[in-house]
């Protein structure tokens, strides 16, 4: 939204235009424009139904930019999601695993024999 903006109103060639009226025309209004660069105010003369259609299709552009970084942000965090619910089962796997290994050697004949000719 840097670029200038051009007024959208176009005076005696528009079809509205009435000489007797305020502005010129019904939809006549003046907007204020502020340049991000000059932070200078700058007044347009515009056309209401212009300039809401070009407001419009500059807040489209920008929803459509929120959605698309949205659902790339999205998918970025579904795919972080499953590598930690993958990490977590593969933590859980590990250490059930662990679990048999220690009772196997706790419950291993040779041990327990052992352990008995120690006492």
């Known amino acids: 939204m840097s670029e200038e903006k051009e007024p959208t109103c176009i005076g005696s060639k528009c079809p509205n235009y009435d000489p007797n009226c305020k502005g ?3 939809n006549y209004m003046e907007t204020v424009w502020i340049n991000e660069q000059s932070s200078k105010p700058k007044i347009l ?3 209401a139904p212009k300039r809401s259609v070009f407001m419009l299709m500059e807040m489209y552009n920008h929803i459509m930019g929120l959605k698309k970084y949205s659902c790339e942000t999205r998918n970025v965090l579904q795919k972080l999601n499953d590598d930690t619910r993958e990490f977590m089962a593969l933590q859980n796997n590990n250490l059930e695993h662990r679990k048999e290994k220690c009772l ?3 419950d291993n004949p040779l041990l327990i024999k052992k352990q008995e000719d120690n006492r």
């Open 45 to 47: 003369e515009d056309c």
């Open 24 to 26: 010129n025309c019904p």
């Open 104 to 106: 196997r050697i706790r």
